[in-house]
């Protein structure tokens, strides 16, 4: 058999933003800036960084501003070239150029199974990564790059895991696993237990918002019995596929900010903006002199 390759990502993008509100009333909150570029960038350019030549954004209503920002504005460069800002005019240039990106809507935010399965038509019959958008790795060469380095050598559906301390675990998708034979930041799933109680948890093992998954998940979520609020969970499809494939989590190397919840962003946004070329030292020095 021919090792097959991660080609495609889908980036799913299509909820509401509550907990951002009111900044996301009408703003998606994959736009939101950390430091210079809005969330979903970073997304896009981690699947660019793994390999990925396609990209598809599961967007909805009210998401147009996202399609935008990555197609061209003839208007705003011209600007930048009539008033000699070749520097910005790159920057600018360059976002509408980093992949081949398609959009696909969700009517409704019925889970990230949904939300997955509403890609299938656009990815095909091939695996493909999902990256979380909410979920910020700064990890050396990107979070999924690392991951596409295991699928290769697997060929099996990959899931970001880290290690979470004491009772977060309830706070996640935990892994019931055993360690590979040969691969130390590798494991294999024998079952998926959603947001466990603490004294229940199988693992310390936490999934997060990276994926790379075998085209066979479509299937396993169009069999799912929906559940609360009529949403098709992904975790319940990967469980199903447990069935027929082995799935293995995967331990990054990097540092991960919830940029979904107001502390993590801004957590994400005070490290981001110390490592950032251009406002980096004037910030640590702002830094220094308060007095917090």
């Known amino acids: 058999m021919i090792p ?16 951002f509100l009111p900044a996301t009333k009408a703003t998606p909150k994959e736009m939101l800036p950390l430091v210079d570029k809005p969330l979903i960038q970073y997304a896009v350019e981690e699947a660019v960084a793994a390999g990925c030549t396609d990209v598809i954004i599961v967007t909805g209503r009210g998401k147009t501003t996202m399609e935008d920002h990555f197609d061209r504005s003839p208007e ?14 790159k920057i600018t240039c360059a976002v509408s150029k980093l992949a081949r990106i398609s959009y696909v809507r969700q009517p409704e935010p019925l889970g990230l199974g949904h939300a997955v399965l509403m890609a299938k038509q656009l990815v095909g019959d091939e695996p493909f990564a999902v990256i979380l958008p909410d979920d910020i790795v700064d990890a050396e ?27 977060a675990i309830s706070m996640y998708g935990c892994l019931d696993c055993t360690d590979h034979p040969t691969n130390p930041r590798l494991v294999a799933v024998k079952n998926l237990v959603e947001k466990p109680k603490p004294q229940e948890a199988p693992s310390q093992n936490a999934i997060i918002g990276r994926y790379i998954l075998t085209p066979k998940i479509f299937e396993m979520i169009e069999q799912l019995t929906p559940g609360e609020g009529g949403e098709l969970q992904l975790t319940d499809a990967i469980k199903a596929l447990l069935q027929f494939e082995q799935v ?19 957590k994400a946004t005070v490290d981001f903006a110390i490592k950032h070329d251009g406002v ?13």
Not at 4 to 19: L, N, S, Y
Not at 280 to 292: D, N, Y
């Open 280 to 292: 980096g030292p004037a910030f640590r020095e702002w830094l220094k002199s308060q007095k917090f």
């Open 4 to 19: 097959q390759k991660i080609r495609k990502a889908v980036i799913p993008a299509a909820g509401f933003g509550t907990r």
């Open 76 to 89: 705003l460069e011209a600007a930048l070239r009539a008033k000699g800002r070749a520097d910005l005019l």
């Open 248 to 266: 293995y989590g995967f331990h990054y190397v990097g540092q991960r900010y919830d940029a979904g919840d107001k502390l993590g962003f801004l």
């Open 141 to 167: 060469g990107g979070c999924l790059a690392q991951m596409v380095g295991a699928f290769d050598e697997t060929q099996s559906t990959v899931l970001g895991t880290e290690v979470v301390e004491g009772d």
